[in-house]
């Protein structure tokens, strides 16, 4: 990292914060509200306290999609916003290198993503059920880096970035569910679309045990990693303008 | 045609330089063609053209937020992305797109962190620019809430923010009123230095004839013509003048047949060469004219780019 990227940090921290991370925290909070409320709610009338297990699976219907869309609205736009802006005019007239200018805005947002969650989970502590925070907190930051590379790949090449990495998603979770098992050809197409179907293995095995299939997760962050260095390829050999 | 300019080393190089845009239906589009020019260190260039003649392509091939399909865009050697990730350039792009939601002196703040100055010297150096570019009084506002005007002297301030050896700066006086055209006049002079190439595309011919040592004329993506500018009378092969005339304005069309009445008391009067000017003014006082001002219609590079504009339409 060159001495005048690592001094912008702060500014990409404050990006962060005011474009994404408060909306993020907000609509987290909303979420968890209209899922959680109504359990709470009928736990109260029946005037049985809500048990660990029932916690548990509470967070992880939470989790599961909570951690997508957040994911989604932080990795949107990374690249493709100062390319439809223009923004890109001015930041990289500067002795900067795009790939490393991106390649640490990606690292800022995951780390401001994390935050996010982390600030979640103590609101999930403090007004429903203690939890142990290192499973649900690895698993918002495995959704986050499984789709982070594809995020990063596609922003790097398309202007409306969303509207693709929307498709992908709901592509491989259709073929997925259609292939997921096929023999042949199709279980080979299946294969190559982004594999979030192992996302829900992971995310069991981190909650209630605490532990990951080693499988899986390489697959999912080892397949996101070379979408990652593909955007970075991207980066280095198109030009922005 | 000999394109380096003579006094010093060159800093930039287009050579054949083409730009072709294609869409995925196959049309093709061609910005920039065979484009080749040398600019030299402690130049100041000007570029003028019509709308869509190419001039900020050229210019974006220049920072290498293109890449030119043919020929070649060089640096002081290296390809121009190279150049300014390792060097960056001063920079006044044509459209000041910048995040609405900065502060103006956060934005200088921050793009001069990128610019890699030292951080004990940023603060001084933004108020600097600042104070240079009279927006004091709204440093605290955000970008969106800046007037066009205002904005455009934001995109000039954190170009100055570094001592640059190349500047590029397109249609900077856009947005700006007569007093700070002038004052931008007066920015661009003082950015003159022996080691600094300056570029300054612009529709204002008037103002690149004051402050261009040479003005690229181009229009469909390719270099017309190269105008030394200046009033070079020895070599000025002719055009009109415009004559104002304090007393005797009846006898101007006896004297000198040629001249058109343009107005009340004003004359229009071609000529060929500079002689033929004197003489005709000779022949005026002589003959009891009393003449008040005497200023060219077109200057030449007006004149120059009406002929290599209207000869590639």
Request: with cysteine.
């Amino acid at each position: 990292m060159s001495g005048n990227l690592g001094r912008y940090l702060i500014w990409q921290c404050r990006d962060f914060v005011r474009e994404r991370g408060i909306a993020v925290l907000l609509i987290g909070v909303v979420f968890g509200m209209t899922v959680i409320a109504p359990m709470k709610m009928a736990a109260a009338a029946s005037a049985t306290p809500m048990s660990d297990r029932m916690a548990r699976q509470l967070l992880m219907i939470v989790l599961m999609q909570l951690s997508f869309i957040a994911s989604f609205i932080v990795l949107n736009g990374l690249v493709s916003n100062d390319r439809k802006t223009g923004y890109y005019r001015f930041l990289f007239s500067k002795p900067v290198s795009l790939p490393a200018y991106y390649t640490q805005a990606f690292g800022v947002y995951f780390l401001g993503y994390l935050v996010v969650f982390a600030l979640l989970l103590a609101l999930f502590v403090v007004f429903v059920s203690p939890v142990q925070p290192f499973g649900p907190l690895a698993f918002a930051a495995i959704v986050f880096l499984s789709l982070g590379g594809i995020a990063f790949f596609i922003s790097s090449l398309f202007r409306r970035d969303w509207v693709v990495l929307g498709g992908v998603l709901a592509g491989s979770q259709i073929i997925s569910s259609v292939w997921g098992e096929a023999p042949g050809i199709r279980g080979v197409i299946a294969r190559l679309f982004p594999p979030f179907g192992r996302l829900g293995d992971v995310m069991e095995g981190l909650v209630n045990r605490g532990t990951v299939e080693p499988q899986s997760l390489v697959w999912l962050l080892g397949y996101s990693a070379v979408f990652f260095v593909g955007g970075l390829i991207v980066l280095r050999r198109r030009p922005i303008g | 045609m000999e394109l380096v300019y003579p006094a010093a080393a060159s800093v930039i190089e287009f050579s054949n330089a083409t730009k072709t845009y294609r869409s995925i239906l196959g049309r093709s589009v061609t910005a920039v063609e065979d484009f080749s020019l040398q600019v030299a260190e402690g130049e100041v260039l000007g570029i003028a053209g019509p709308n869509g003649a190419g001039k900020s392509t050229l210019l974006s091939l220049l920072l290498g937020f293109l890449r030119p399909t043919g020929g070649s865009v060089r640096i002081l050697g290296e390809e121009p992305r190279e150049y300014v990730r390792k060097n960056g350039i001063g920079y006044v792009p044509e459209l000041m797109t910048m995040n609405p939601t900065w502060r103006a002196d956060n934005a200088l703040t921050r793009l001069a962190t990128l610019a890699d100055l030292p951080p004990a010297e940023i603060p001084a150096r933004v108020n600097a620019v600042i104070e240079q570019l009279g927006i004091g009084e709204h440093r605290d506002k955000k970008v969106k809430a800046l007037s066009k005007g205002n904005l455009q002297r934001l995109g000039v301030a954190q170009a100055l923010l570094r001592e640059e050896r190349v500047m590029v700066l397109d249609e900077p006086t856009h947005g700006l009123d007569p007093v700070w055209t002038q004052r931008f006049r007066d920015i661009v002079e003082g950015l003159r230095r022996p080691g600094r190439t300056v570029i300054i595309a612009s529709h204002n011919l008037d103002e690149l004839q004051r402050v261009a040592d040479r003005v690229a004329i181009i229009d469909h993506g390719r270099l017309q013509r190269l105008v030394t500018t200046g009033y070079d009378l020895s070599a000025d092969t002719g055009g009109t003048y415009r004559i104002a005339v304090a007393s005797g304005a009846e006898r101007v069309p006896v004297l000198l047949p040629s001249a058109r009445a343009s107005s009340d008391g004003e004359f229009e009067i071609p000529f060929t060469d500079v002689s033929e000017l004197n003489r005709a003014l000779g022949s005026l006082i002589v003959g009891g004219v009393l003449i008040a001002s005497v200023v060219p219609v077109r200057s030449v590079l007006e004149q120059q780019f009406r002929e290599a504009v209207g000869e590639s339409r």
